[in-house]
Structure formats: C-alpha cells, structure tokens
C-alpha cells in the first residue's frame, strides 16, 4: 500500500534543514536518492519539479512551487509519495473522477489488479546493483549458494557491455541486450559514454557527479511501466540520433554544441510520459492539457522536465547565463519538433529546402532545423531496424495503444483511433504507420543524405513491411475462416487512423491539422 503524507509547506524565505529533500509538489522518494547526495539548500527555492518555467510566468510559478519533504528514517525506506498543499492535486484539477488514477501505476493496476507496494522502491534499488549481484541476491534468499566469485562475472558483463559500445554506430546495435547486461542502465551508460567519446565533458567543464546525477535522473524519470514510452526507448532513440550524427553530411558541419545539444534532446525526448496520448489528456481534462492549451502536451511537458532537470543538478550552471538559456530554449526547440501531429509542417519544409537546394550547414538556422529532422527520424526509426528488432519494438507500441484503449473501455470513454485491441492487430497498425508516416519522411531523409545508412533503413522498411504483411494475410486466412463477411476490412481502417491518432483534430478544443501526406514509396 503506497503511503501518502500531506505536510504543511515550508515557507520559501525560511531556510530549509539539510534533512530535507524535495523532487516535486508529488514525487516518489526511493533509497537510491540518498546516493547521489541531498542537495545544497540554497538552490531548493529553484528546484520546483519536472516543469520549469521561466520566473515571469506567475501561473507556472504556481503549479511548480516548492513542495513538502521527508526524512529518511531507514537507510532502504518504503517507497513514500509526498504531495504538496500548495497549488492543488494534479488528480483534482479536472471535474473526472477517473483521473485520480496516478500515470506511474496506471498500467499495473490494470494489469496486475494488486501489484506489490514495494516493488517499485525495490526496481530502484536493484538496478543500482550489477546484474550478478542482483542475482546473486535473489539467489541467497532462495537458499542457492553462488559457484562463481561475483567479480568475475560482473567483469564480464561489464565487459561484454563494453564490447557493445564499440560498435554503437552500427544500426543494428541491440539496445534490448545492451539493457540487459547493464541492468537497466542503457540510458545512463550509452549517453554517459557518448557525451565522453565525443569530448563534451571536457569541452564544455561538466562536473561528472552533476552529469551523473543528472543522467540517474533522467532515467528515473521515465516510467517502467509503460511497455514503450520508457528509457529503453530514450536509449534507441540516442543512439539513433549519434548514427545520423555520424553521417558524412553532418558529420563535417556540426559544432559540439550541436552534439550535446542533439544527445540531451535525444535522451530527454520522451522524459516523464505518462503512457497516453495527447487526445487523452485533452478529452480528459487534464491538467497538464489546460497548462500547455491543448497545443504539443507532451512535448512541452518533456522539454520543461528536462530543463527541470538541469536546474535542479546545476549541469550547466557554471556556464554564462546566457548560454543556459540557450540551451534551454534550442533543447525544447528539438523536443517540440517530434509532435507527431506537425509531421506534415515539418515534412513539407523539408521537401521544400530539398527541392530548392538551399540547404547550408554552415548556416545555424539550417543546422537547428536538419537536427530537428533527424530526432524526428529517431524517434520513429523502429521499422527501420532489422526484423529482430523492429518486431519486438512493434509489439511494444502497439501494447501500449490497447492499454490507454483498456482504460478508456473501463471508464466509458471513446476507444482512440489504434487503441482497440478487438478490431486492431499489430500487423495492421504497423503497415498503416509506415505508410502514412515512416516512409515519407525516410524517402525524404534519403534525399537529404544518400548514403548507405539511408538506403539501409529504406531497405529494412520494405522487408518488415512485407513482413507484417505476410502475417497479416495468414491472420486474414484464418479470419475468413471464422467470419467471411468481415474479413480484409481492417487494414484500410488502420491505416486511415494512423493520420488520426495523435492529431489534435481527434480532439474538441484543439487546432485542426492537415492530413499527413503519403509521399513516395521508395522502399
């Protein structure tokens, strides 16, 4: 049973006990936040959540006051969420009385019915160990002796984990076995050793207990729950982003603040995602809706938690406030970029450079604009990747649809376009995304960068469209089997949804968007 404690608000001007450690107005404390140290006092006035703002809006200054803390009493303590009076609760600010469900268990309590109360705080704590300790752990408790010296095998997943990051340009890096072996800290390791292969740590003077925290954050900060949305993704997606960043074209033209700022908005994307989409949040009444008008939710909630983050480290303070700030804004300038629902804004300017030919990488402008165009591509390149991966990935997303759909049957609501696991299959939402989305961006990324990498991805797309086509036809034999009358109608319903599903025309309120084009199909 998860405890919650309602405690009076610490008054901003009065100094704040050492003891004393907030995250956010609600947040869940767990022993591995003791590791990495309380912070300085002084700076808890500035750290205000996942959400910052800037200091002159006084309506975000609100929501992301400074909220109640806790005392750790016991060196591995029980997982506590801590809700601030200030403001009002995220759960009472729409009049649905569905939405006090919290988005970090929504998932297992569907699922699971009751899941463990400790099972999150004890999540955290075994990925701090290494995955033969956590074994060997677990091992001990079930009465088995360990036959091999531990650090003998952790040296040998570190090692093999090692080995991988050798080849982390190549595009079919395994980021499900790179996860594995280091036990859950994909996120950490890759971008940790990126930012390092790249010379940025020392380029740019970044403390390396603040980058770490920073990084430990990050990761924590997506939910684990969620079956795609989670820092496995934000992973793929980074080192997706360094593939692109490694072609020639870029190669030669980008700046290392280009980099750095390319791999944070890369690891930070999808930062906090809750698991639904926008057209969720916005029918529900969401506060997170009402907070960004109906326009890029998400996104504008992923880039304020990261910069949340890196107010709250301190990663980039001892840099000139103007450069912060820059940071800042470009960073949020490449997250806002990857609404799905301005596809075509950003496709059709790219075409259009493409066609006039007047793109400049020595340009600043130009450069902003092909980075924003390559976290696009990472962001959706999973059917790009080679079967293996890009089937496992499919499945993945495509859980996630049914479950916000589950929901949405279990409260009464309108199933979202994709989200019905009765009348949608993986085949079907797969093939209808790569043509409505996947391939006419990748046809134009080709034309941008014709090389090998392209005309890999392009490659790979076909085969996996045929792929899931293949198996769509024997789902469709079986299925004319059992119901002929209704057979083979499926997959022009889903691929008309794709254009659909995260667009804000779904959505009372929001601004009506143009219908993302099916470009060439060069695949």
Not at 316 to 345: C, K, V, W, Y
Not at 351 to 362: I, M, N, V
Request: net charge negative; hydrophobic share 35%; glycine share 6%.
């Amino acid at each position: 049973m998860e405890v919650c404690y309602q405690l009076p608000v610490l008054p901003l001007d009065r100094p704040v006990p050492k003891h004393v450690l907030s995250r956010r107005g609600a947040i869940s404390f767990s022993s591995s936040s003791s590791l990495f140290g309380a912070p300085d006092p002084r700076q808890l006035s500035q750290r205000r959540g996942a959400i910052s703002y800037d200091s002159s809006d006084q309506t975000a200054l609100y929501i992301r006051m400074l909220g109640a803390c806790v005392v750790f009493k016991q060196l591995f303590p029980r997982d506590v969420r801590v809700r601030s009076q200030v403001g009002f609760e995220p759960e009472r600010r729409s009049s649905h009385p569905y939405l006090c469900i919290d988005f970090r268990t929504l998932h297992t309590r569907l699922g699971c019915g009751s899941a463990s109360a400790s099972s999150a705080p004890e999540r955290r704590v075994h990925r701090l160990l290494s995955f033969q300790r956590y074994l060997h752990s677990s091992r001990l408790l079930r009465g088995i002796p360990q036959q091999i010296p531990l650090h003998l095998l952790d040296e040998d997943y570190t090692g093999q984990a090692r080995c991988m990051l050798e080849k982390v340009g190549t595009w079919n890096f395994d980021i499900f076995l790179f996860d594995r072996l280091t036990n859950g800290n994909s996120l950490i390791t890759l971008t940790f050793h990126l930012l390092n292969q790249y010379g940025l740590v020392e380029l740019f003077r970044l403390d390396m207990v603040k980058l770490w925290r920073f990084l430990v954050m990050v990761q924590e900060d997506y939910h684990s729950d969620n079956p795609y949305h989670n820092a496995v993704h934000a992973a793929d997606v980074t080192q997706a982003m360094y593939c692109y960043m490694r072609e020639p074209i870029l190669a030669k033209s980008l700046t290392s603040w280009d980099i750095l700022l390319g791999l944070l908005a890369a690891a930070t994307h999808d930062l906090d995602h809750p698991g639904v989409n926008q057209p969720f949040l916005i029918k529900t009444d969401h506060y997170l809706s009402t907070l960004y008008r109906n326009t890029s939710v998400l996104e504008n909630h992923h880039w304020k938690s990261a910069v949340g983050l890196l107010r709250e480290t301190g990663l980039f303070s001892h840099l000139p406030a103007e450069d912060s700030l820059n940071m800042e804004q470009e960073l949020g300038s490449l997250i806002l970029a990857t609404d799905i629902s301005r596809q075509n804004d950003y496709l059709s300017r790219f075409r259009l450079h493409l066609d006039q030919d007047d793109l400049c990488l020595s340009n600043a402008t130009h450069r902003h604009f092909i980075l924003q165009m390559a976290l696009k591509c990472a962001d959706i390149c999973n059917p790009c990747r080679p079967w293996e991966l890009s089937k496992q990935w499919s499945e993945k997303v495509t859980e996630e649809f049914f479950q916000q759909g589950d929901i949405e049957k279990k409260h009464k609501l309108e199933v979202s376009p994709l989200c019905d696991r009765d009348a949608n299959t993986v085949g079907n939402i797969q093939i209808g995304f790569m043509t409505y989305v996947a391939e006419p961006l990748f046809a134009e990324w080709a034309r941008f960068s014709d090389t090998r990498l392209s005309q890999t991805m392009l490659g790979y797309m076909g085969l996996n469209k045929a792929s899931w086509g293949g198996l769509q036809q024997e789902q469709t034999s079986v299925s004319e089997e059992a119901e002929p009358s209704t057979a083979g109608t499926n997959t022009e319903e889903t691929t008309a949804a794709i254009a659909r599903r995260d667009s804000n025309t779904t959505t009372a309120g929001g601004t009506s968007s143009k219908e993302i084009p099916q470009g060439s199909r060069e695949s």
